[in-house]
């Protein structure tokens, strides 16, 4: 198995699994790796780099890392005059990309991809990312313009669907600006996010789809019609295509980023649990990862071989990661540890504990 | 001709050798060297044109003040230095 490991100074390459897994090598040693992405259509490789003080920008490589080229980063048109368009500060949003996180290829069309991005644009490439197109009808969608950062100072489209049943069907998730699905490849969107509730606005907001903060949406591959949601105010899922959600309370907590899916069995996904929103560390230093395994009626902390003791790791949204056999397993924190399983999270071995902080987990 | 020189860090990224252009503003002689090296537009300023937040440059050692639309003024013999202020560090 290979695992790509993006972190806040490099990227990293795993081989092996379970007890043997191993990092192979490195990429961009020094430089700020946010998120890795693999098409599995042609074996492309794809690095978003955050800079700072040049920008944001995208790698490709053809040959599994061995070599990188660099290609276009998505860019917004010109803010039309006159469009009123106001940050949660009241400053003039600026139409500029501030950041990429989501990157999926785009199941469609030959060498499509979606990316997500800050302040909230969805860019679609049908050329490997050679250019880009803003979706306009997303970003021009009127409650648009109310999306906030959750999580960064710009709204961000984190999680990119592609519906394994029709890839014209996808989804993306904002933080903090709700769940949003389009039936046609991206001309026209609808919210999806009946059932949530969010507690950071007064009760009468409380529904709007514009304030909910999903932290992480993923689809079951096997059942496409349930979805699973690790929001800001805890656990979702929908089991009915998204027309409604419904909350699920996990011990020893709701809260947390990443949320994985089994490929095969729609009812058994993971979690990790931080303490609280207010507290955003493991629960008396315990790090544990949390497994339903039938459809979050009940969850079962894991901590075989993870630390137990004065343990203050934070794995973000897209640290956790799933292999298509549903077994292995890997997760990475913000302390720069590094975990997988080979046996769907009842034992869990460790591969690096003195990584950069890690930002992203993707099995190739 | 104006004289622009960029950070060395820079150059770990992308080619951009110092070089001598013609410009009466900031913005008139980076757009030639842009036109000569396309990609090292990106990480000087984003898509609307604006010198990036964490960039600075400096004219004849004063640091500019039209930070976006770079219309500060340049002459003959100016000398031009593309470099990264120290507010975006970590």
Not at chain 1, 352 to 359: D, E, G, K, R, W
Request: charged share 20%.
């Amino acid at each position: 198995m290979t695992v790509l490991v993006a972190t806040r100074k490099g990227l990293f390459v795993i081989e092996g699994s379970g007890a043997t897994a191993r990092i192979a090598h490195a990429a961009f040693v020094g430089d700020n790796v946010t998120l890795a992405r693999t098409d599995r259509r042609d074996g492309a490789w794809y690095a978003v780099l955050d800079h700072g003080h040049f920008g944001v920008k995208l790698h490709r490589s053809d040959d599994r890392g061995a070599t990188w080229t660099e290609i276009a980063t998505p860019a917004y048109p010109p803010k039309p005059d006159g469009f009123v368009d106001k940050d949660m500060w009241g400053k003039d949003r600026e139409w500029a990309t501030k950041g990429i996180w989501a990157l999926e290829p785009a199941l469609d069309t030959a060498g499509a991809l979606w990316c997500g991005t800050l302040p909230g644009g969805l860019f679609r490439s049908t050329d490997r990312g050679a250019s880009w197109q803003l979706v306009e009808a997303l970003w021009n969608h009127p409650t648009r313009v109310k999306w906030n950062g959750g999580g960064a100072d710009h709204a961000a489209i984190h999680s990119i669907c592609v519906d394994p049943r029709d890839p014209t069907i996808v989804v993306v998730a904002v933080s903090s600006g709700g769940v949003w699905r389009t039936r046609d490849a991206g001309a026209s969107w609808e919210p999806h996010t009946k059932g949530m509730v969010a507690g950071y606005v007064p009760p009468e907001q409380a529904d709007w789809p514009e304030n909910q903060d999903p932290h992480c949406v993923v689809q079951s591959p096997s059942a496409p019609h349930v979805f699973w949601c690790q929001h800001h105010m805890g656990i979702w899922r929908s089991t009915d295509d998204l027309a409604t959600w419904h909350q699920l309370h996990a011990q020893p907590s709701s809260f947390g980023f990443p949320v994985a899916v089994h490929p095969r069995d729609p009812d058994t996904a993971w979690f990790i649990p931080a303490h609280s929103d207010q507290k955003r560390a493991p629960i008396t230093g315990e790090i544990v990862v949390s497994r339903t395994r039938d459809g979050g009626a009940t969850f079962t902390p894991l901590r075989a071989g993870l630390p137990q003791h004065h343990a203050y790791d934070l794995v973000l949204r897209h640290a956790l990661a799933i292999a298509d056999d549903g077994d292995q397993l890997a997760f990475g924190s913000s302390t720069g540890n590094l975990w997988v399983t080979a046996d769907q999270g009842d034992t869990w071995h460790t591969v690096a504990t003195n990584l950069p902080p890690i930002y992203a987990v993707r099995y190739v | 001709m104006a004289s622009v020189v960029f950070t060395p860090n820079l150059k770990r990224h992308v080619d951009c050798p110092d070089v001598v252009v013609v410009g009466a503003t900031v913005g008139e002689v980076l757009e030639r060297v842009f036109a000569d090296h396309p990609r090292l537009r990106g990480y000087v300023v984003d898509e609307r044109g604006v010198l990036r937040k964490h960039m600075t440059i400096f004219v004849d050692g004063r640091q500019l003040v039209d930070r976006q639309h770079l219309s500060d003024a340049v002459l003959p013999a100016s000398e031009l230095y593309v470099m990264q202020a120290l507010s975006g560090g970590a």
